[in-house]
């Protein structure tokens, strides 16, 4: 059963994934700390199965389809995360599916959906449009689409992050955390502003695609274009009746948009800090914690490190 509310869709994707998924860890960073002011922990989500913290939703919502996964193709669009994690879940359950995904996808990420089994196709080159191809597909050939944000199940699942946060860190003060299609945002901050709602959510995005950031500023659902971005895992235009657009404009509490030099900075930083790779997303969050204002921020500070699949073209140029 879909629950009605996303406070509810978490509470149930909790019960429903936890045998499924890892609870990350909460590192702290000293080195973060000293350069943000304040005491940092990352949530090292890019050491979630499939490299990403896509997997919470896209495990919750197949599995909340129940015998339908098993027996019914299931059909997704992604820019690569979401459609490992859903290429991942099926193999799981035994399910079959195919992933929709731009034409200039990662590799790094197109060969980890594939490693899973499901098949890739491509379509477009702007998420939006490989989503509604998607979705088209789906409803003509009988399959069942798994939305990669625009879906209460998979908003659900996003939002288990936050309830691993508020277990490891019950006094936390501000969480920033990378924004595309607003379905981790939506999770975290629905969950925080029900359970703790003096946390501030702070979303993150690049400055070469912030469709979210200038939709909530505009009130309405704009449609723009998106320049190349390092951020691959958050570039994309949005469904026009997403709900993650109300939840972003109602519960994030500000937005931090970062240049491509600085999300590669970040990126190199945590290699040499933390010695792990991220992915451009997560390289988002993190150079915004380090660029925003100081005022903004209340500790102790979480920053979402969303996934890991990086490819190693995209590396060496980082490095």
């Known amino acids: 059963m879909t629950s009605s509310t996303p406070f509810q869709a978490i509470e149930a994707a909790e019960k429903r994934?936890?045998?499924?998924?890892?609870?990350?860890?909460?590192?702290?960073?000293?080195?973060?700390?000293?350069?943000?002011?304040?005491?940092?922990?990352?949530?090292?989500?890019?050491?979630?199965?499939?490299?990403?913290?896509?997997?919470?939703?896209?495990f919750n919502k197949i599995l909340a389809l129940g015998d339908a996964a098993k027996?019914?193709?299931?059909?997704?669009?992604?820019?690569?995360?979401h459609g490992a994690a859903v290429s991942y879940a099926l193999n799981q359950i035994g399910g079959r599916g195919i992933v929709f995904v731009p034409e200039n996808?990662?590799?790094?990420?197109?060969?980890?959906?594939?490693?899973?089994?499901?098949?890739?196709?491509?379509?477009?080159?702007?998420?939006?449009?490989t989503e509604e191809h998607a979705r088209a597909f789906a409803e003509a050939e009988n399959g069942v689409y798994v939305p990669p944000y625009n879906d209460i199940d998979v908003i659900?699942?996003?939002?288990?992050?936050?309830?691993?946060?508020?277990?490891?860190?019950?006094?936390?003060?501000?969480?920033?955390?990378?924004?595309?299609?607003?379905?981790?945002i939506s999770g975290i901050a629905s969950y925080l502003k029900a359970k703790a709602?003096?946390?501030?959510?702070?979303?993150?995005?690049?400055?070469?695609?912030?469709?979210?950031?200038?939709?909530?500023?505009?009130d309405r659902v704009l449609d723009l274009e998106s320049d190349d971005?390092?951020?691959?895992?958050?570039?994309?235009?949005l469904e026009p009746d997403t709900i993650t657009f109300e939840i972003c404009r109602d519960l994030v509490d500000?937005?931090?948009?970062?240049?491509?030099?600085?999300?590669?900075?970040?990126?190199?930083?945590?290699?040499e800090q933390h010695h792990m790779?991220?992915?451009?997303?997560?390289?988002?969050?993190?150079?915004?914690?380090?660029?925003?204002?100081?005022?903004?921020?209340?500790?102790?500070?979480?920053?979402?490190s969303c996934g890991r699949n990086v490819s190693t073209s995209v590396l060496k140029r980082v490095l």
């Open 17 to 58: 994934i936890r045998p499924f998924v890892r609870e990350t860890y909460l590192e702290a960073s000293p080195y973060l700390s000293e350069a943000v002011g304040a005491d940092v922990h990352v949530k090292l989500e890019h050491l979630q199965h499939t490299g990403s913290f896509k997997l919470r939703g896209a």
């Open 71 to 81: 027996t019914t193709p299931v059909i997704t669009a992604s820019s690569g995360n």
């Open 105 to 129: 996808a990662s590799e790094a990420k197109l060969a980890t959906i594939r490693h899973y089994g499901a098949e890739v196709r491509f379509h477009g080159t702007d998420t939006v449009q």
């Open 156 to 184: 659900g699942g996003q939002g288990t992050v936050a309830v691993e946060i508020l277990r490891q860190l019950p006094n936390v003060g501000t969480v920033f955390a990378s924004v595309g299609g607003g379905g981790l």
């Open 197 to 218: 709602p003096n946390v501030k959510v702070i979303g993150c995005s690049p400055e070469a695609s912030r469709v979210m950031a200038a939709s909530v500023a505009a």
């Open 229 to 237: 971005t390092l951020s691959d895992g958050t570039a994309g235009g």
């Open 254 to 271: 500000a937005w931090v948009d970062v240049s491509e030099d600085e999300i590669a900075k970040a990126m190199r930083m945590f290699v």
């Open 277 to 304: 790779l991220v992915e451009g997303a997560a390289g988002v969050a993190i150079a915004a914690a380090l660029k925003a204002d100081r005022n903004l921020i209340d500790g102790p500070v979480v920053i979402v």
